[in-house]
């Protein structure tokens, strides 16, 4: 069964930089577009960015700038670089990937950015 693992969360303070990491397992397994979405407490899910295997990114307009999502095709894994973090950052973040025709979600890894 294919599994996303999210790393690379805590607790960081307020202009700092962080690094999110989501791992494919296995490693050989054979995953398409990638996601990131996160989630902060007591508000619904939303998306941040997402990348093809070729490379081709989309970023939601609230993080342009901030937020740089890549992905090393040869480890299947997929990054979210976040620079500047602000206290509203806070959130659980999600990795997503398709995987035959199915999107399996990782189980997040949690931010906490302090003021």
């Known amino acids: 069964q294919v599994q996303l693992v999210e790393s690379g969360g805590g607790l960081v303070q307020a202009g700092e930089s962080l690094r999110l990491s989501c791992a494919a397992s296995?490693?050989?397994?054979?995953?398409?577009?990638m996601a990131w979405h996160r989630q902060a407490p007591g508000k619904s899910r939303e998306y941040i960015a997402s990348?093809?295997?070729?490379?081709?990114?989309n970023y939601d307009d609230s993080v342009k700038g901030r937020f740089t999502i890549s992905r090393d095709n040869a480890k299947n894994t997929m990054y979210l670089q976040i620079h500047s973090l602000k206290p509203e950052d806070s959130a659980v973040y999600y990795c997503?990937?398709?995987?035959?025709?199915?999107?399996?979600w990782g189980q997040g890894t949690q931010v906490i950015v302090s003021s």
């Open positions: 296995p490693p050989s397994a054979n995953i398409g577009s």
């Open positions: 997503r990937g398709l995987h035959r025709d199915r999107w399996v």
């Open positions: 990348i093809h295997t070729d490379g081709l990114t």
